[in-house]
């Protein structure tokens, strides 16, 4: 069955530091990742999106990285701000017809003054 | 350009009613996709209308439905509400069919009673 977790599944750091999330998958055939950022009681922002080839990508203080053979991934977040506070999505897609997505459960960060 | 609406924001209703929810794209994206989000389930897809016709469905049951107007806004409506509807419900737009490049929109909140 075609699977998404994600660890940890809620973080508290302080302001200024640095954090990195996990994302696992089993799915196959692979297509895409993505991470996501949603903050309480808004959609989720698109951070960055990765193929088979990639693997680093970078959003300003979001740098995504991806093992394709391992079939994991992480979200690294350099010196973080109060505004960083939100949960953290991973996406991936399966290679099919449709591009059908299976969602993490996501990573719920907070960042304390 | 406008970004991804959805209305109402807020609804709440009663067992055993019906609701429908509005979303507009972004201009010129001609595909709507639907998902559900729970704190238990996490985000979970529900539909994806290109050109108005369903181009895929996820595991729901019929008292989902939904349709897309030659405009490419879509409705989605819920029947015989029950109170595991309650939810975050997301809409997602991006030019072609797909869910590569999708842009959500703020979700409309269901709360059944």
């Known amino acids: 069955k075609n699977q998404v977790e994600q660890s940890p599944q809620s973080l508290i750091i302080l302001e200024g530091k640095n954090c990195t999330l996990q994302?696992?998958?089993?799915?196959?055939?692979?297509?895409?990742l993505r991470w996501y950022k949603q903050d309480t009681g808004r959609g989720p922002v698109s951070l960055t999106i990765?193929?088979?080839?990639?693997n680093t990508k970078s959003n300003g203080r979001y740098t995504a990285t991806l093992d394709a053979d391992t079939k994991q991934s992480s979200l690294h977040i350099t010196a973080s701000q109060l505004s960083d506070s939100a949960s953290y999505i991973c996406v991936v897609s399966e290679k099919t017809s449709y591009d059908k997505v299976i969602f993490g459960p996501g990573t719920s960060l907070s960042v304390i003054p | 350009k406008a970004g991804v609406t959805q209305t109402p924001r807020y609804l709440i209703k009663t067992r055993g009613q019906q609701v429908t929810l509005s979303c507009s794209p972004i201009s010129g994206h001609r595909s709507v996709s639907w998902y559900q989000q729970t704190p238990g389930q996490g985000l979970q897809f529900l539909f994806e209308y290109f050109s108005e016709t369903q181009r895929n469905k996820g595991n729901f049951p019929g008292r989902f439905s939904g349709r897309q107007f030659s405009n490419s806004r879509s409705e989605m409506n819920v029947s015989t509400l029950e109170l595991g509807d309650s939810a975050l419900y997301l809409c997602a737009s991006s030019l072609t069919s797909g869910t590569k490049a999708q842009y959500f929109g703020p979700g409309t909140r269901l709360l059944v009673l």
């Open positions: 994302c696992n998958y089993t799915v196959s055939p692979f297509s895409n």
């Open positions: 990765m193929t088979f080839s990639e």
